[in-house]
């Protein structure tokens, strides 16, 4: 069964540009959630997805956004990125309503120059 | 006060030895306790998951509950070189409907061979 899968890997921004990252989570979940880990803040919650609504937000500006689709495939935006934007972006998938394990996928790292 | 706490290490055991790292939370209503394995330049890994008070093992490794302490642990048992990675503690506060945890700092364990 494959994994979750997050594209791209690595990609570099300038400052000012808008980013969009994709998520593919196991198969038959359903639940899609975000999280950004820097040295400094650690992992923290972005937003959470189950059956295309956004059930979950966490505490960052408007500039990050996101969606899931009816194939429960997820993006997350970020627009005019700022260069505390850098960061590594995971996405994890679970395959219950609540309080279920959540699996992560591989990652994609931001640079912003 | 931190949601999810953790000594930030780093935590050095000789191979062979038992590791114990913690983690304490502050909702008592929290439901779902999990901790995961990060190696330096990888996406977190899943070692264990834990919902009710007292211990659960799983070969190597025994996770540990205690609800009215809001306190839980991980025990690694026969330490090898290959467990020195940073150990996340996850915790859902908010049970119900949701997939939102939150992460502790994260605990950097290093074997000594």
């Known amino acids: 069964k494959a994994g979750v899968t997050q594209t791209p890997r690595y990609l570099i921004k300038t400052r000012g540009q808008q980013v969009t990252l994709s998520c593919s989570p196991i198969?038959?979940?359903?639940?899609v959630s975000w999280y950004q880990q820097t040295p400094g803040q650690g992992l923290q919650f972005l937003f959470e997805?189950?059956?295309?609504?956004?059930?979950n937000k966490g505490n960052f500006p408007g500039r990050f956004s996101g969606r899931q689709f009816s194939n429960s495939r997820s993006e997350m935006n970020v627009s005019t990125l700022e260069l505390g934007d850098s960061a590594l972006y995971l996405c994890?998938?679970?395959?219950?309503?609540?309080?279920?394990?959540?699996?992560f996928g591989e990652g994609s790292w931001l640079t912003v120059v | 006060q931190k949601e999810v706490e953790q000594n930030s290490g780093p935590l050095s055991v000789p191979e062979g030895a038992i590791a114990s790292l913690n983690c304490t939370y502050s909702?008592?209503?929290?439901?779902?306790f999990f901790w995961y394995r990060q190696y330096s330049g990888k996406s977190p890994e899943l070692i264990m998951s834990?919902?009710?008070?007292g211990d659960k093992e799983d070969g190597r490794f025994t996770a540990q509950l205690n609800k009215a302490s809001q306190y839980v642990s991980l025990l690694i048992r026969d330490s090898q070189p290959s467990d020195s990675a940073t150990y996340l503690c996850?915790?859902?506060?908010?049970?119900?409907?949701?997939?939102?945890?939150?992460f502790g700092t994260g605990t950097l364990l290093a074997v000594q061979p």
């Open positions: 996850a915790v859902n506060l908010y049970g119900g409907a949701t997939n939102k945890l939150i």
């Open positions: 834990i919902y009710s008070n």
């Open positions: 997805y189950f059956s295309e609504t956004q059930r």
């Open positions: 198969s038959g979940h359903r639940s």
């Open positions: 909702d008592r209503g929290s439901q779902s």
């Open positions: 994890a998938s679970s395959s219950r309503d609540g309080g279920n394990t959540i699996y």
